[in-house]
């Protein structure tokens, strides 16, 4: 059975597969015009299968957030038969209304990257894509209904600000974002969102608090040199919550629902009028020859 949903994550998903609550099948790894993809394995532990794939590999190699080959994933995921994809991300609060281990689901993006690729369409005009809404609302909102039948609580909406990485923000940095409505700041998320818009499929993203953004305040005392400190002095190390574990479960539930209603959305047409003005082919994988 194909699947249609794929969770991109970072480290969370080889946390996951080792937690050996999952049944993960071997790793698709197939070569897309964009290089190769990192490894999408596929879970078949109910009757709507869905993919988890990893931003980057599990060890100390991994690369920095700008070269990772977001293009390559998402081609790969789309190539599988993927629709929907749900993003999680670590996530620094900037507004003092979000506490660690608390759950976002952004509805707008600061993109504030420098050196990523940002769009599948590099040597023509078919990048040129309206970005209101953002992400995928029905796609969004069947999460937030997850959510709740999980008993987890969320902060619907908001806007998330990407910076490049790998180093986090400056205090001026963070005030300057703060000035321009962020209210979480990530290294993920862009230009994924973007690309998968590029690629007719859903997006939504989650934003995991892991850590508070510094303003150069001393209102939340910061250990100097740790990172994520009061993450290890509050929870011995571990996340304030256990939502990160919830995650499978409710990503089971979340296919088991797309698989019974599809979102209500435009995503599936977002090339529409590029496909009709250029005669560009219905068969996707055609636009990258
Ligand atoms: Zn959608």
Excluded at 243 to 253: G, H, I, M, S, V
Aim: include cysteine; aromatic fraction near 8%.
């Amino acid at each position: 059975m194909s699947a249609k949903l794929a969770c991109i994550a970072g480290a969370t998903i080889y946390r996951m597969l080792k937690g050996g609550h999952l049944d993960a099948q071997e790793p698709v790894r197939k070569l897309t015009p964009f290089g190769l993809p990192e490894p999408a394995f596929l879970v078949n532990n109910s009757d709507a299968p869905f993919y988890l794939m990893p931003r980057h590999g599990p060890g100390l190699d991994r690369p920095a957030p700008w070269p990772m080959n977001v293009r390559a994933n998402l081609y790969a995921l789309k190539d599988l038969g993927v629709e929907a994809i749900v993003s999680w991300s670590a996530a620094g609060a900037i507004t003092h209304n979000l506490h660690l281990g608390q759950l976002m689901l952004p509805d707008d993006v600061l993109d504030m990257t420098r050196r990523r690729p940002m769009t599948m369409f590099e040597n023509c005009a078919l990048g040129f894509l309206r970005q209101f809404p953002v992400f995928c609302d029905p796609l969004r909102e069947m999460l937030a209904d997850v959510m709740v039948e999980l008993g987890l609580s969320a902060q619907m909406g908001g806007t998330v600000a990407v910076t490049e990485g790998p180093r986090l923000e400056t205090p001026a940095e963070v005030r300057m974002l703060a000035t321009v409505g962020a209210e979480v700041v990530t290294h993920t998320l862009a230009p994924e969102v973007f690309l998968a818009r590029e690629l007719q499929m859903c997006y939504a993203g989650i934003c995991y608090i892991v850590n508070y953004a510094e303003t150069g305040s001393r209102h939340r005392p910061f250990n100097v040199g740790e990172l994520f400190a009061e993450l290890r002095q509050d929870q011995g190390g571990k996340p304030p919550t256990d939502t990160a574990e919830l995650l499978p479960k409710l990503l089971t539930r979340l296919a088991a629902k797309l698989k019974q209603t599809p979102p209500a959305c435009d995503c599936r047409q977002s090339m529409s009028e590029y496909i009709k003005d250029y005669d560009l082919s219905e068969n996707w994988r055609e636009w990258f020859d």
